[in-house]
Structure formats: structure tokens, C-alpha cells
């Protein structure tokens, strides 16, 4: 197996083991999930927009 192929694969047991952790979470305190508000939505996303044109600038730096 390359590295490449387990590091993927370590990324994706991550993942999964998160995913069930939050699965547990909700059945087990379902009175603790809140919807998200627009506005922190939007923040998020002008976040992401960012670090998105960040990283787009680095690679063309390289």
C-alpha cells in the first residue's frame, strides 16, 4: 500500500470514528442540538472563501 493510500485511509477511519462520536452525542443529549443562525453561516463561509484565495495565492507563489 503506498503512503499516499494510508494516509487517505487514516483521513477516512478519522472521519468515520468523528462522525460516530458526534452519532453518539446526539442520541444520547438530542436537547443539545441547536440549529445554526444565517448569519454564523455566512461567517463560515466568507472563512472559507478566504482560506480558499489563501491557499489558491500560495501554491502560485510556489
Known sequence: M??????R???????????????????HNPESVQPVSRGL?????II???ADANRRRERQED
Do not use: G
Open 2 to 7: 503506498s503512503k499516499n493510500n494510508s494516509e
Open 9 to 27: 485511509d487514516a483521513k477516512v477511519q478519522a472521519s468515520i470514528e468523528s462522525v460516530d462520536l458526534l452519532n453518539k452525542d446526539i442520541k
Open 41 to 45: 453561516l455566512r461567517r463560515i463561509q
Open 48 to 50: 472559507r472563501n478566504q
